[in-house]
């Protein structure tokens, strides 16, 4: 689950990592408001314009802009809120802006004396261990400097048995070059950052930029926080975090039918039961010379109405040329399966594209009679390769 920039610094801020204050607003009136609070609680007289959407590069599509008066701040906000921000992590048709973020001047005097950072917190699933990654190249595209300057960045693992220890925090500021109170701020930033990402269940933290100010504050200037789904029963108050309108809408109903839907970009939709057989599923289709238009495991209680829920799901997308169901009956009878495939299309009604349909396991004979005998356009399988072959004449 993905955070605004706003809520990933309200997250840090909890757990005492500084950052750039301010606050959100969803139009101009409110973004107003928003600056003279800020300018009474920090003094400053220049506001950053950041539009809240969950894609970085917000800066080169115009969604990131600096105001140095109030009718500043109303004018650039009105033209944000609303606007569709293109932007190289979008979709060509952009993201709606339905907030800004309204933030404090910290790039103040001294810019001899400012540096930016890139640190980030991940797992490094190779070791099973968590990664803190650092660069002494802040602001700017990490892909860029790994590729070009693999050499200035660095990473520095921890046992999520002990957390961060005090000398890998040091290393850490001695690594980026800082010395005297930087230093010292540097060691309690990283510090802090670790344990929000450990405590909050996240699977990324990454502050891009990190900027050491001219009186060696160490600041929190941007975040990305991605929350593991899996443990929000221990955190209620994330789920309250949730920005629907920035999720996939087929992905958000799949959520409320409790089926696990991940939309992807290919031509063959596939329904399976089991997250380990729907990978070989998609494996099956990559080989038929296909392409998997979506991840979708039904579960074991794949009766009729979730099969129903599963196609409509599948058939939103138009860009799929063929469905391959492809399920084995261990918990479920493959007849009950087959009965609710051909009970969903023709409650759906109006299928135009070839169905294959493979039902292996509990009562998996009597389920391709079934099939077989429903004058319906769907294909029925036994064997993967069988399978694969129909997907692939159904494809051409």
Known sequence: MNLHEYQGKQLLEKYNVTIQKGYV???????????????????TKVFVIKAQIHAGGRGKGGGVRIAKSLDEVRTISSEII???????????????????????????DGKNNRKEFYIS??????????????STEGGVDIEAVAETTPELIFNEEIDP?????????????????????????MVRFVTNLYNAYSESD????????????????????????????????????YELMRDLSEENSVE?????????????????????????????????????????ANFLDVGGTADSSRVEKAFRLILQDPNVKAILVNIFGGIVRCDRVAEGIVSAYKNIGNIDIPIIVRL???????????????????????AFDEAANKVQTALN
């Open 360 to 382: 292996q396991g509990t009562n998996s004979d009597k389920a391709k009679e079934i099939i077989d005998s429903s004058g319906l356009n769907v294909l029925s399988a036994i």
């Open 82 to 108: 609303g606007m569709r921000l293109i932007t190289p992590q979008t979709s060509k048709e952009g993201k709606l802006v339905n907030k800004v973020l309204i933030a404090e001047d910290v790039y103040y």
């Open 202 to 237: 996240a699977t990324l933290f990454e502050i891009n930029p990190v900027l050491k100010a001219a009186d060696d504050k160490i600041i929190a200037v941007d975040s990305k926080v991605t929350i593991d789904e899996n443990s929000l029963f221990r955190h209620s108050e």
């Open 252 to 292: 958000v109903e799949a959520r409320e039918f409790n089926l696990n839907y991940v939309d992807l970009d290919g031509n063959v939709g596939c329904m399976v039961n089991g997250a380990g057989l729907a990978m070989a599923t998609m494996d099956l289709i990559k080989l038929a010379g296909g392409e998997p």
């Open 25 to 43: 607003a969803e139009n101009p009136e409110e973004a107003v408001k928003s600056a003279k609070k800020l300018s009474d609680e920090t003094g």
């Open 121 to 134: 917190v991940l797992l490094n699933r190779s070791s099973s261990k968590n990664m803190i990654v650092y």
């Open 161 to 185: 048995a002990s957390g961060i220890l005090p000398f890998q925090a040091r290393n850490i500021a001695f690594n980026l070059g800082l010395k005297g109170s930087a230093f010292k701020n």
